[in-house]
């Protein structure tokens, strides 16, 4: 059985924004785990994202969540992923 590479991926986001793209994350896939950090590197929340995933965890998460966006303007979201990496699209012709 072939292990899946871990790699993670940091996603910087406004504070209106945090509560969608979350969503989105929880909703991929290959995602393992999502940390919220705020502008100055502090970690504000680890969500294991296969806990997060059951619907009864997953509106109290996305609700801490939203709680998280109004005390700050910035945040990095830093999203563990298993796989490969996804490829930059080539030039378009």
Do not use: C, Y
Request: proline share 5%; no cysteine; aromatic share 6%.
């Amino acid at each position: 059985m072939e292990k899946l590479k871990t790699f993670f991926e940091e996603i910087n986001v406004f504070g209106h924004e945090l509560s969608d793209k979350v969503r989105s994350l929880i909703r991929e896939g290959n995602v393992r785990r999502i940390v919220i950090k705020d502008e100055s590197g502090r970690t504000f929340i680890e969500i294991p994202v296969s806990v997060a995933a059951l619907g009864a965890v997953f509106a109290p998460v996305i609700a801490a969540v939203g709680a998280l966006a109004a005390m700050s303007s910035k945040f990095t979201v830093v999203v563990e992923k298993s796989g490969e990496p996804e490829k930059p699209a080539g030039p378009a012709r």
